[in-house]
């Protein structure tokens, strides 16, 4: 789905969220990374098809105070600080909003993350 056009120009969805300085990735109910814009896979590669907790944390299983769990469980929108190990295998510190994604029945079907590299505060 595209953005309206404006005075000729049409943007697609995903140049907007390629644009964004922070993060973007999408999970699924399984969380599998189903969506990473250019700025999750600058930070930590092509992680699509992956278990998040695998692709970002390198853990065997789901994580404790994980904000996709927590947006899955409330249904809400969540703030979690969590630490990361990035592409070229450094550790870093990153602020991640997480928000439930519904399907047109309201049912959550896939979380959100907007993630915020905060290493260096």
Excluded at 63 to 69: F, K, Q
Aim: charged share 20%; hydrophobic share 35%.
């Amino acid at each position: 789905m595209g953005i309206p056009e404006m005075q000729g120009v049409e943007i697609e969805s995903t140049q907007v969220l390629d644009s964004l300085p922070d993060g973007i990735t999408i999970q699924d109910r399984d969380f599998t990374v189903i969506y990473q814009n250019h700025a999750m896979r600058a930070a930590f590669g092509n992680q699509l098809g992956r278990h998040c907790y695998v692709a970002y944390e390198r853990r065997d299983a789901k994580c404790e105070g994980c904000g996709v769990i927590k947006a899955f469980q409330s249904g809400q929108p969540t703030l979690v600080l969590r630490t990361a190990f990035d592409a070229k295998g450094g550790t870093s510190y990153w602020e991640n909003a997480c928000f439930p994604i519904r399907d047109a029945t309201g049912n959550v079907i896939a979380a959100a993350e907007v993630c915020r590299n905060v290493t260096d505060r």
